[in-house]
């Protein structure tokens, strides 16, 4: 006889929808005031970043043992899911202190972490990641930024591209070329201050969304560090770049589940509300049919990206796959979703006055960093392949 199956695996911990309450409560309140300003005017939201500070949600996951709230990567997918429901680029403060800080975390020394973890974990510094360039983009292992070993400094040239919050964040994980006969191997990872004399920062890019998020080229002029700023040993860097983005892929699922649950949610209440022919359009069994597809394609993502977050938290061997598939599948479906959410709203929905359009045009982002979705797909294709 077989015994009863559980099914306490598709319900999240007590603790996990206590974080997701607690976010929820701080965004509607102190941060989705300020997301439309911050689309509209492109500038950082201050306020929003001082609320989400204030509650600890600027960088969850950063551990106790160097000052921080040690969210395991489920809880830090919900913190960034639920601020990108209120404010897509709000959302980039907690995703992108992630992925700047995740080098560290994975094969930096204890004295480097010790070094920056706490000012991020206390709201101080913020932390970018610099991999992109002009010409290496898809193709990260193409990078021309060199670090040129220089007595017991390293000195770093070149340029980097699509850095999210370059010119807001204090500390920069930068990747250079050590040695450029080895190609991928050759490739080491280091921090860099934004008060190291050379370093300098492009015009903000005028983006189509996540307008309040600023994206700039980062300028590196005979950047000269310590040599004990290394993250790992030489030739490690690329490796723990890719491993970086098995980790965070996740969390750019979440803000995409984020996005597109603000969608679905306002365009819930809209239907409701709206009458046309006499009554409710939500009454209307073509809108019923759209919204069930939105529904029903958001919770599936949901499940996706929670797995995919379980999978970081452990480490499992297959993260490389789950990571890919959760940030494609949850970055297609929102694009999908907030694409829904305009229709549903008519031409109101192509309108500033109403929040859809922004998250439609915040959704594409999704698709896009942290890998393409065509990426992602190579990804997955290899991983299956794999004997």
């Known amino acids: 006889m077989t015994s009863e199956p559980s099914f306490d695996a598709y319900l999240l911990p007590e603790e996990h929808e206590a974080v997701r309450e607690a976010v929820r409560e701080v965004c509607d309140a102190k941060v989705a005031p300020n997301a439309a300003e911050a689309d509209e005017t492109g500038e950082f939201p201050k306020a929003s970043y001082e609320a989400l500070k204030a509650a600890d949600f600027h960088a969850p996951h950063i551990p106790e043992e160097y000052g921080g709230a040690g969210a395991d990567a489920l809880a830090t997918a919900i913190v960034i899911e639920e601020v990108a429901r209120a404010c897509a680029a709000s959302s980039l403060i907690p995703a992108v202190n992630k992925l700047g800080t995740m080098p560290l975390l994975l094969a930096a020394s204890d004295e480097l972490k010790r070094r920056y973890l706490p000012p991020v974990a206390r709201g101080e510094a913020m932390f970018s990641y610099c991999l992109s360039e002009p010409e290496a983009g898809s193709d990260a292992a193409s990078m021309l930024t060199r670090a040129v070993p220089d007595g017991d400094h390293y000195v770093l040239n070149g ?121 409710a359009v939500a009454e209307f069994q073509g809108v019923q049919f759209m919204l069930a597809d939105m529904g029903m394609k958001l919770e599936a993502a949901r499940q996706l990206t929670y797995a995919a977050a379980g999978k970081s938290e452990r480490g499992d061997a297959d993260l490389t796959y789950f990571g890919a598939a959760a940030k494609c599948f949850a970055s297609d479906a929102a694009m999908e979703i907030t694409t829904d959410a305009v229709q549903l709203l008519g031409g109101y929905g192509y309108t500033r006055d109403y929040p859809v359009e922004r998250m439609m045009r915040d959704a594409k982002i999704t698709q896009i960093y942290e890998g393409t979705n065509q990426v992602q797909r190579i990804v997955m294709a290899r991983q299956l392949l794999k004997d």
Do not use: C
């Open 159 to 279: 340029v980097k591209r699509w850095i999210t919050n370059a010119g807001v964040s204090e500390y920069y994980t930068v990747f250079a070329v050590t040695d450029p006969a080895a190609r991928s191997r050759g490739i080491s990872a280091f921090v860099v201050e934004k008060s190291d004399p050379g370093i300098s920062f492009g015009a903000p890019e005028k983006k189509l969304g996540i307008k309040g998020s600023p994206t700039r080229e980062v300028y590196l002029d005979n950047v000269r560090i310590p040599a004990d700023r290394m993250i790992g040993d030489p030739g490690t860097g690329f490796g723990t770049a890719m491993k970086t983005l098995d980790h965070t892929r996740v969390t750019i699922a979440a803000q995409a589940l984020g996005i597109a649950q603000g969608a679905l949610d306002y365009a819930r209440g809209y239907v409701r509300q709206r009458r046309q022919f006499g009554k």
